[in-house]
């Protein structure tokens, strides 16, 4: 037992579970947090929105597998908080958010800068806290980082009256939590897998979804094992995009709205399909009653509550998907040896990747899409980070390029928050400094938050940008040209910014390319760069994003160019 | 502790059932508006919720009835589970359930006639007499909602000036849990 004050207890116990590093920005609520920080073995990056903060915690959370932490003040500053919130909350990423509240007597007058976060906060929050006492401080850190990090992960969010950080106590710091309600599942049912086992062996046309649940519990090896032991070809969904090395001869990318032709065109071919750590989201499979029709499926998941959602399954595997994937290679290995893999099925997915890669048109220009993509793949190491903005460029990063290394691709795939992607990219640098980190942005989303250029310059965590920049919100455009008849409202951007000014100004560096050759040279001054680079790709306006499945159809209904 | 309830009747639909749920969960601030917030966030269709003190006096009990297909059922179940707030889920099989709802009735009742015959149903119905006024007889009667529907039907004619329900409360038979 030790006495000290609630600001003071919160930042003790935020290090004795080993943050190292905090994002956000001070105001009137939390003054005595920022206080206790002076003294603090803890690393502070000042933002400039705290949208960003959020953002660049659930970037650091995404690449380090663990929380990621922000700090907002009271009212405005955790309503901003928000959208970065929700963000990590859609793709399952653990973030733990501490905002300020105006004082306890105070709670409920509608005081100046009070805003009830905590209600705000409930649906897109795994859960929140309001200590109403110091003395509580270290136990609910304790269960927020367990809550946030244990089971399907997800923001937590803890909210501190300024009269509670301010009080003192005898403060006891707690090594083992129990929280009642809370038991995540992580060995699955025995009998399950062995059903599971059973449909996989007698499938012919076998395929694997790898979601985003393969990444969130690092099953990479455990996955690519299943793959090769049976020779399933692998789809992933756009959150799974990475999840299995994309260069792999089983590989066969990201399926959905846009994703590759091949990959969509298998998922409706298969007789059999193994869902794992997938929620089987519009995006990824398009109408959910047609979806899967006459398939045997298979359905992974940490998330009881994910089975039967959207999809009935045959075989329910509900457990950390690591240690299932693990127990049903073990199954399997006992009752077969490796496939040939010249059968029918493999062939078929030569195949489909053939016609494809024959069929499908480029884009006619010196620098497309597709290209610089290609390109930036070519220069860039296999361990490089990269995450996306959202929009055009999002799906283009989808379809162009490959993700070698498992792990090292993340989005914002659920909420689809445009502005993601640059200070994640700064909160993926903080939490790997020394691999080269990469944001495949567009105009539209970068200008959301591009403020977070002083953070990259001044903290000295420099990423690139890779700007494919039309000077339009394209992907609306793309959709006003599809379903519109062409008449574009709201997204024009009339040439401004100067993005290479825009670095300037911040002390980054800008550099534009007018030719595939400058790109090249670009990109490799980047990667050499101390600065943030800004690299402002020109993209023709009227580029479109294919293969494309409108809304509400079905993958068989995929439009695969104009 | 508190209480709502929607003042509709079973309704029994070709795909879907009469659903008892019952849960308990932390005593402690906010944990009903999770829960409701949670029926509104993912557009389930709750008839009647009511929440109340338990024998452990740190969990409450809720008991939440829902007209609902088996697949929205088992996604209500799910969620719920999903509450680090909530203890322990249960659909309780109505067979062998016992629960009872309570309500308040205020009916006009001027003259004599119907008076008196307000009171005669209210003693068929072993339902109490709980205030007479110069112009109204306030009845309190217990029993399964189909119970209090049937009164309820049979004395709307005389006029009914308020009704308050406290949604269905249950407990397993016997010595299940």
Known sequence: MVEMTGAKALIHALEKEGVDVVFGLPGGANLPIYDALVDANLRHILVRHEQSAAHMADGYARIKRKAGVCFATSGPGATNLITGIATAYADSSPIVAVTGQVPLAMIGKDAFQETDIIGVANPCTKYSFQPRSAGEIPEVIKKSFYIAESGRPGPVLVDIPKDVQQATAEMKFPDLIKVRGYSPVIDADLSEIGKAADILLKAERPIIMAGGGVILSGAFSELQALAELLMIPVVTTFKGKGAFPENHQLAMGPIGMHGHAEANKIVIEADCIVAIGARFSDRSVGKFDEFGKGMSVIHMDVDPAEIGKNKSVDAAVVGDVKSSLRSLVKMLSKRITKRDPDNPWLKRRKELITYYAETLKDYPREITAKKSLKKLREILPAQAIVTTEVGQCQMWASLHFDVISPGTFFSSTGLGTMGFGFPASIGAKAARPDVPVVDIAGDGSFNMTENSLAVSVLDNLPVIVFLMNNYMLGMVAQWQRTFYDRRYSGVEQHNCPDYVKIAEAYGAQGIRVQSMQELEKGIKIALKSDVATIIDIPIDPNEDVYPFVAPGTGLKDMITGA | ?177
Not at chain 2, 9 to 15: G, K, L
Not at chain 2, 63 to 69: E, L
Not at chain 2, 70 to 79: A, F, G, I, M, P
């Open chain 2, 1 to 177: 502790m508190s209480a709502a309830s929607a003042a509709t009747a079973p309704v029994m639909e070709s795909d879907r059932s009469w659903y008892i749920i019952t849960a308990l969960v932390e005593n402690k601030p906010g944990v009903l508006f999770r829960v409701t917030n949670l029926f509104r966030a993912r557009n389930f269709n709750i008839e009647s919720i009511t929440v109340g003190s338990t024998e452990q006096q740190d969990l409450s009990r809720m008991t939440i009835t829902t007209n609902s297909d088996e697949r929205t059922l088992d996604q209500l179940v799910k969620q719920l589970r999903k509450l680090i707030d909530v203890v322990e889920v249960k659909v309780l099989d109505t067979e062998r359930t016992v629960y009872r709802e309570l309500a308040l009735i205020k009916m006009k009742a001027v003259d004599p006639t119907t008076r008196s015959e307000i009171i005669n149903y209210a003693s068929i119905f072993r339902a109490n007499i709980l205030d007479i006024g110069k112009e109204t007889i306030t009845v309190e009667i217990t029993g399964t909602p189909d119970k209090i529907d049937a009164f309820k039907n049979l004395v709307q004619h005389y006029g009914i000036a308020q009704l308050a329900r406290t949604g269905v409360l249950a407990l397993p038979r016997g010595s299940g849990t």
